[in-house]
């Protein structure tokens, strides 16, 4: 089982495409896009944080087709009410994984809870148009060629930034 992080996914949103340049003709075949490189790597037993943006609508139909265990944690365009309960967190959710203490956020932070000892922070929202800040990463699938980022590759891109 994987722990996987993401963002911005903009699901059904057709304006993003043009508005942070997404290399894709329509909605559909973005969205078809996304969810296929998303299963490609996920697997029906992984955990997914999703660090808000997810979708326009109802977010169910796309988490009927996508692999993994979905959890979100709320950006500005995602309507709250039509998630189950159950798999909304916090809007900055603090958790640990192997002795890293991972601190998720829609927004990119300058300091965060554990800032001094170690925590990280992951986050959307930028589209990939600020860079890294210390132990802080832009997880945004912009950033990773409409790809989740596994908690391996966060911490290989992290290498040297923090200790596992």
């Known amino acids: 089982m994987t722990d996987w992080f993401t963002s911005d996914h903009h699901l059904g949103h057709k304006g993003i495409i043009n508005l942070v340049n997404r290399p894709f003709e329509s909605e559909s075949e973005m969205t078809n896009e996304i969810i296929k490189r998303h299963n490609s790597v996920?697997?029906?037993?992984?955990?997914?944080?999703?660090?808000?943006?997810?979708?326009?609508?109802?977010?169910?139909?796309?988490?009927?087709?996508?692999?993994?265990?979905?959890?979100?944690?709320?950006?500005?365009?995602?309507?709250?009410?039509?998630?189950?309960?159950?798999?909304?967190?916090?809007?900055?959710?603090?958790?640990?994984?192997?002795?890293?203490?991972?601190?998720?956020?829609?927004?990119?932070l300058r300091e965060w809870e554990g800032f001094f000892r170690n925590y990280i922070h992951l986050f959307g929202h930028v589209h990939n148009s600020l860079p890294n800040y210390k132990r802080s990463m832009d997880i945004g699938i912009d950033s990773n060629n409409f790809y989740p980022y596994s908690f391996g590759?966060?911490?290989?891109r992290l290498d040297g930034i923090i200790n596992v």
């Open 42 to 108: 996920v697997s029906d037993r992984d955990t997914v944080y999703v660090l808000g943006d997810f979708c326009w609508g109802d977010p169910s139909k796309y988490i009927s087709r996508m692999n993994g265990n979905i959890f979100l944690v709320p950006g500005n365009h995602d309507n709250i009410n039509k998630w189950l309960p159950q798999f909304i967190l916090r809007d900055i959710y603090l958790y640990k994984k192997n002795k890293v203490g991972i601190v998720l956020c829609h927004y990119p």
């Open 153 to 156: 590759e966060i911490c290989d």
